[in-house]
């Protein structure tokens, strides 16, 4: 009799954002941040300090990591050695895929076992194609193949990383046990509540829920969902880091950094500053910037 095999209709999207290939000095590094896209990193050569919530580690030579969606991570290179690396970010909209991803905070795949996978593979593929249409002499329609053949390596490597994190013995758990996997729909939504908290520095929540036409609780529950901490906890967080960076490279006085960063007064921010680090703000500046502001004055 006649056999007939068919698969469902194939709709999803990969969105790449950020493919770099490069070097970076000894000594550079790049501050913690995150964003709601999912990252993918290869060492080439060298080797950095990569912090990633809680958890501080290191990636050498030959070494994978992917870094789930809206996990606040951090950079750091030695010393002495260039760090080489393969970086891009990426999003995808199959529900299925994106829960098997986010079932970690984040994998790292060691050289030794990148060898035995089809990574070097699908890196040479799309190593080759990069260096090919970053040349002046590549033609449009080159270029669009070499971009598709980036996308369909990437696609690889995504495999490879859900294959590997679930026969791995140990995984990496959450940074919140009990969060759960959010639908597309959930982390977009939160994705907006983290934009306007960031643009909106001094909005009450309530009013943030309010304009996306949802109630405080449900604006904290998907926030929490997706990010593993609650928007107040995540403004602290963002005003903390704002405040030490002013602290460190300005010699504004405590009543000019109140203001910039939405506190009743001097004291107020100097109570909660307090609170969040267990020094006063003028204890934590640096002495030479103390010394230049009293120079000012």
Excluded at 155 to 183: C, D, T, V
Aim: hydrophobic share 35%; charged share 20%.
């Amino acid at each position: 009799m006649d056999i007939h095999y068919s698969l469902p209709n194939l709709t999803s999207t990969l969105q790449i954002i950020g493919c770099h290939l490069g070097d970076f000095h000894p000594n550079w590094s790049f501050p913690r941040h995150h964003h709601y896209l999912f990252e993918l990193l290869h060492c080439k050569q060298g080797e950095i300090r990569q912090t990633i919530g809680d958890h501080v580690f290191t990636i050498s030579s030959g070494d994978w990591l992917l870094i789930k969606s809206g996990i606040s991570h951090a950079t750091e290179n030695g010393p002495t050695s260039v760090y080489r690396f393969f970086n891009l970010h990426f999003d995808l909209d199959d529900p299925i895929i994106r829960e098997r991803l986010c079932k970690a905070d984040y994998v790292i795949i060691k050289a030794e076992e990148a060898a035995g996978l089809s990574l070097p593979t699908h890196f040479s593929a799309i190593e080759e194609a990069f260096l090919h249409n970053i040349r002046v002499d590549t033609v449009e329609d080159d270029k669009a193949l070499d971009r598709l053949i980036i996308q369909s390596h990437t696609l690889g490597i995504i495999s490879e990383f859900i294959k590997y994190s679930e026969k791995a013995r140990s995984p990496i758990p959450m940074s919140n046990e009990s969060m759960q996997n959010a639908s597309v729909f959930e982390t977009e939504l939160a994705h907006a509540i983290e934009e306007k908290l960031r643009n909106e520095n001094h909005g009450a929540i309530a009013g943030i829920a309010a304009s996306l036409g949802i109630s405080r609780g449900r604006c904290t529950h998907i926030f929490t969902k997706v990010y593993g901490q609650s928007p107040r906890q995540y403004r602290s967080k963002m005003v903390l880091n704002q405040a030490k960076h002013l602290l460190v490279h300005s010699t504004y006085s405590m009543e000019e950094l109140a203001e910039q960063l939405g506190f009743q007064s001097a004291s107020h921010f100097s109570r909660q500053f307090r609170r969040w680090t267990g020094m006063a703000p003028s204890a934590f500046r640096p002495k030479f910037v103390r010394s230049q502001r009293n120079e000012e004055g």
